[in-house]
């Protein structure tokens, strides 16, 4: 054997009880589990130590920074091994030249990924679905399982004519056809988006698609037996029965695995929540597949006024001044005291959210002091308003100040763990790669374990660990993965129940053209392996392993 992992307590991803074994590995496949005599070349004491399958992150956007980092960071960190980017409708494959910028446009405004990590990070040396994978396999530490975005087929076969109107039937043939040969090159799946919008803020190209064209596309996902992953309408509970609904019927109809993301709870909508799970039990008893996603933490996000944030949509002035407007523009717009009073009063409604703000990040010595503070307190201090302090300190700072909205829903613990350990969701969700300058996306797992397993005792460890290993690899269709048994690649993940967790929120100055991300270290994780090689080690880093393969 070339690896052996001994003393551990094995959770194989089964949900059944845990059980002490050693676990044998030659080459990429685990060959034996239980009491080993012989020895390998290396060997890993998991003492005290949970060894499982590596997690599945089934939502996340690495598709870019697959191009400049293999290891997607901080993924394998946080104990996971396999990832499946390409989701919301937005993949970076296939596309043609002449729409690069366009999709550089919907990653910015839907995903928050800053131009410059593009324009600085990314070479475009690619169009098909085939070279795009052919380019990522080059240097990768982790397992891709890619995502087809509709958004892409339909700039593809319809060029401009994507973002205007529905399809006729010939371009719908050749959407078809295009689809099955992402899925030749190794997509696991389509995505759509019934939400996002563009850089514009017009409907992204997937919303113009007519029920016939996602129809005929579903068709070829059942063809090859894949899955349809959608954003749906998770602001309005109508909406999302309804569209729970139609997922139903394709599920049936064509016999396809469908699922929605994200389903967040919220102290507001759990009665609606509720009313969504009944109906995904009802039409998951008649025999459709429809799986809701579900993240394990709050929303916490973090912003300045330079760069545009998704908090500021529900203000279209806001908006719209830090999204189409130049730095010049928001610093000439703040100082000017109509357009300052305009935007103040505008943002008035929404005070309790400024209110609770802290300040997260400044530049200057002087405002050093108020890190930490909300404010509500600097302002009760400053004798005026928490929109006034906000703007203040923004120019203050030359709009470098940093603000943190923290724990925005999904903070009920009990009741997320009840959702979460519901047979009929995945958890999932996390969109990792994607918001690096508004939040943290990554810490799922630790959080998984800290809150809900160890914490509130809402899962049991069993349960928690088939729930993001050998329950995603069954409804994505991948093979191998997920359990410990002999025979399945080595993909591997060894931590401590007692200290999992995820760390504190902090920047890493590894994103081309723009510096910084914020980010969360894993910790309690000790050792990570990927295809039989150790992928991450907590004593020395991540490692020079490239056996992530596409799956």
């Known amino acids: ?29 685990i060959t034996a589990v239980g009491t080993l005599t012989e020895s390998a070349q290396t060997e890993i004491d998991a003492s005290g130590k949970i060894v499982s399958p590596g997690f599945i992150d089934p939502h996340t956007h ?35 030249a002449e729409h690069r910028m366009k999709l550089v446009g919907m990653f910015n405004q839907i995903e928050e990924m800053p131009h410059k990590a593009f324009s600085e990070g990314v070479t475009w040396d690619w169009e098909s679905f085939e070279e795009y994978i ?27 004519a994507a973002m205007t109107r529905i399809a006729d039937s010939g371009e719908v043939d050749k959407m078809c056809a295009l689809l099955k040969d ?22 992204v190209p997937s919303r113009w698609a007519s029920t016939e064209e996602l129809d005929a596309l579903c068709a070829v996902l059942g063809e090859t037996k894949k899955l349809l992953q959608v954003v749906h309408e998770f602001y309005d509970i109508d909406l999302t029965l309804a569209r729970v609904d139609q997922l139903a019927e394709l599920s049936l109809k064509h016999d396809i695995t469908t699922t929605l993301s994200p389903l967040f709870l919220n102290a507001d909508n759990a009665d609606g929540v509720a009313a969504i799970m009944a109906r995904v039990d009802e039409q998951m008893a008649r025999g459709a597949r429809v799986w809701p996603q579900v993240q394990t933490r709050p929303i916490d996000i973090s912003f300045s006024l330079e760069v545009p944030s998704l908090l500021f949509m ?34 008035g409604p929404m005070m309790p959210l400024w209110s609770a703000l802290v300040v997260r990040r400044v530049q200057s010595d002087a405002n050093a002091k108020l890190i930490g503070k909300t404010l509500a307190e600097i302002a009760n201090a400053r004798g005026n308003t928490p929109i006034d302090v906000m703007i203040d300190l923004s120019l203050e700072e030359d709009l470098d100040a940093h603000f943190l909205a923290a724990s925005m829903g999904h903070n009920d613990v009990p009741a997320v763990g009840e959702l979460l350990k519901h047979p009929n969701v995945m958890i999932g969700a996390s969109d990792g790669g994607a918001h690096i300058l508004s939040f943290s996306t990554y810490g799922d797992t630790g959080y998984l374990f800290s809150k809900f397993v160890r914490d509130s005792e809402s899962l049991s460890i069993e349960t928690a660990i088939r729930k993001i290993t050998a329950e995603p690899a069954a409804i994505w269709g991948i093979q191998d993965r997920g359990q410990l048994v002999p025979g399945y690649i080595a993909d591997i993940t060894i931590f401590d129940p007692e200290t999992i967790d995820r760390g504190a929120e902090h920047y890493v100055q590894d994103v081309p053209g723009d510096g910084y991300r914020y980010t969360r270290d894993a910790i309690g994780v000790s050792h990570v392996l990927i295809g039989g090689a150790i992928a991450f080690e907590k004593s020395v880093g991540y490692t020079e392993a490239r056996t992530g393969q596409i799956v």
Request: proline letters at 5%.
């Open 1 to 29: 054997m070339d690896l052996i992992i001994r003393n551990g307590t094995i959770a194989d991803g089964s949900g059944n009880p845990l059980f002490s074994a050693d676990i044998g590995i030659t080459g990429s496949r």
């Open 62 to 96: 690495f598709d870019a920074q697959l191009l400049w980092d293999g290891a997607a960071k901080p993924a394998i960190e946080h104990g996971v091994t396999t990832i499946v980017p390409g989701n919301c409708s937005l993949s970076l494959a296939p596309l043609k």
């Open 134 to 160: 052919t380019r990522i396999k080059k240097d990768l530490s982790i397992n891709v399982a890619p995502l087809a975005g509709h958004s892409l087929l339909r700039l593809w076969v319809m060029g401009d």
């Open 182 to 203: 992402c899925i030749s090159a190794g997509a696991v799946g389509l995505s759509t988006s019934f939400v996002d919008m563009d850089e514009r803020l017009q409907p």
């Open 314 to 347: 529900r203000l279209p002035t806001w908006y719209a001044l830090i999204r189409f407007g130049t730095k010049a523009d928001v610093l000439d717009a703040l100082n000017d005291p109509a357009q300052r009073a305009a935007l103040t009063q505008e943002a």
